[in-house]
């Protein structure tokens, strides 16, 4: 047989991926995070019409006509519900993307580059670490205009320092390794051994990173919207609880108000978690052997 008749192995990340599907947790987490997805792209077509529309008398329990009820002003708590998915998972997937991208940038150059620049960076990185992140969250949001955006912006600024501090531990473990050196050796450009020599050694860490920052983003969104900080006009479930908490629907034992959109928070945040434990035991080297090990005592109980 001739070396071209030789399959050659997948490549690493896509073991890994394939890895990462065949997980009970990541599967289970992937199919509740499609599952909510699908339901805020079909929102138009699960909940017609405008979710602050009056579509019956004020706190009516759940029933065959209303599903999950109606608010304390005859609203559709199922129609509130189901739009407000949009503006909380959009508002975590853009905190989370914002701040892996910035926390990967900052973290990379100040592990990679070293010297004063890396003094600088971390500096800065630990001056956001040490900072009460809720205090400065509130200040931030109080003082700048309500709206889906700032919102976003708050949470990017409060949140990136974890990950780049992550991040340039990582990187410089890196820079000593061998082929690094090669490349400088070649006379690589300091952006192409960073984001091509370096970086697709740490995707596990920056998915991992991103995972964090998405349950960061939407848990923080839910909670300066409660209380009052964010466009409380708008349909989100940190909204659909502020209205719930301002009407009295605890007192008044209304609890299919604030019950869906806090459990759907808890329910995603749950998803990506076992997403990201998964990720964690599929990268932690210590993690991998404990799973290997379950797996053959599992195999031996099924045998004896």
Request: glycine share 8%; with cysteine; charged share 15%.
């Amino acid at each position: 047989m001739t070396d071209s008749a030789i399959p050659s192995a997948p490549p690493r990340s896509a073991r890994r991926t394939l890895a990462l599907f065949s997980d009970r947790k990541a599967l289970a987490g992937g199919i509740i995070l499609l599952l909510a997805a699908a339901i805020a792209l079909l929102a138009p077509v699960i909940a017609p019409g405008d979710p602050n529309d009056f579509v019956g008398r004020p706190n009516q329990p759940p029933s065959a006509a209303f599903w999950f009820g109606t608010t304390s002003s005859g609203q559709d708590v199922l129609a509130q519900t189901v739009w407000g998915s949009r503006i909380s998972l959009s508002a975590g997937v853009l905190v989370g993307i914002l701040t892996t991208a910035l926390g990967t940038l900052v973290g990379m150059t100040a592990g990679y580059v070293r010297g004063r620049t890396d003094d600088l960076l971390s500096l800065v990185v630990n001056v956001f670490l040490i900072m009460p992140s809720l205090p400065l969250l509130i200040v931030l949001a109080a003082f700048l205009p309500p709206g889906h955006t700032t919102i976003v912006l708050v949470l990017t600024v409060t949140g990136w320092a974890w990950p780049a501090r992550v991040l340039r531990a990582q990187t410089l473990a890196l820079r000593e390794k061998d082929f690094v050196i090669a490349a400088e050796m070649l006379g690589e450009t300091r952006l192409r051994i960073v984001f091509v020599e370096i970086l697709p050694n740490m995707l596990s860490i920056v998915a991992a990173s991103f995972v964090g920052s998405v349950v960061y983003g939407i848990g923080a969104q839910a909670g300066l919207e409660f209380i009052g900080l964010g466009d409380t006009s708008a349909v989100s479930w940190g909204t659909n609880l502020y209205w719930a908490a301002n009407n009295s629907s605890l007192l008044t034992g209304a609890w299919w108000t604030f019950v869906p959109s806090g459990a759907c928070i808890a329910i995603v945040a749950f998803a990506f978690s076992l997403l990201n434990y998964a990720i964690d035991e599929l990268t932690n080297p210590r993690l991998r052997s404990q799973r290997g090990l379950r797996r053959a005592l599992r195999r031996r109980r099924r045998k004896g």
